[in-house]
């Protein structure tokens, strides 16, 4: 599969400067930071939520564990993690368990966990289980315009 066709065209009309990278196919977060020789700490996941008003992208460091309550405590919502059947509809161009964080770009409110931001570069799914985008965080940033900032993650143990 290719790079997810919304991402390509987030990618495009924000003239963003990234690098794919290739690498074995690999399920979950942290096999496919090993596979991409990647730090944890740098490798981009989305977990999509959902409420009676619709979708949320929670955005994170793949070594860090979503903090619901301190989230639902952030937006003023009731989220809940969404079904599998849901990520499948939502992100259509997309394989389950690769999502893209550009969730903005899906027409859903996206949350990006601060503690991204003292990364100098990121790598994110392309849309597979054998890509990862891989950007400088300036770049990362303009790319997540329109993305609200706050702390909802706590570390793995």
């Known amino acids: 599969m290719a790079l997810a066709t919304t991402l390509a065209t987030c990618l495009s009309s924000k003239n963003s400067h990234f690098d794919i990278i ?4 690999a399920l979950g ?16 996941k989305t977990v999509l939520l959902e409420d009676e008003s619709g979708y949320v992208a929670a955005v994170m460091p ?8 301190q989230l639902c405590e952030c937006t003023g919502r009731r989220l809940t993690m969404a079904s599998e059947d849901e990520v499948r509809e939502v992100f259509k161009d997309c394989e389950l368990g690769a999502i893209p ?9 996206t949350w990006l966990d601060d503690s991204l931001l003292g990364q100098p570069e990121v790598y994110f799914q392309a849309g597979d289980h054998e890509e ?10 303009e790319l997540m315009e329109g993305a609200r900032q706050a702390h909802f993650t706590r570390r793995m143990m």
Do not use: K
Request: net charge positive; aromatic share 8%; glycine share 6%.
């Open 22 to 25: 290739r690498h074995p196919y």
């Open 101 to 109: 964080p550009v969730g903005m770009a899906y027409g859903m409110q």
């Open 29 to 44: 977060s942290m096999a496919t930071a090993q596979a991409a020789h990647v730090p944890g700490d740098r490798l981009v």
């Open 132 to 141: 990862l985008i891989h950007m400088r965080m300036a770049n990362f940033l």
């Open 62 to 69: 793949s070594t860090r564990w979503l903090d619901l309550d």
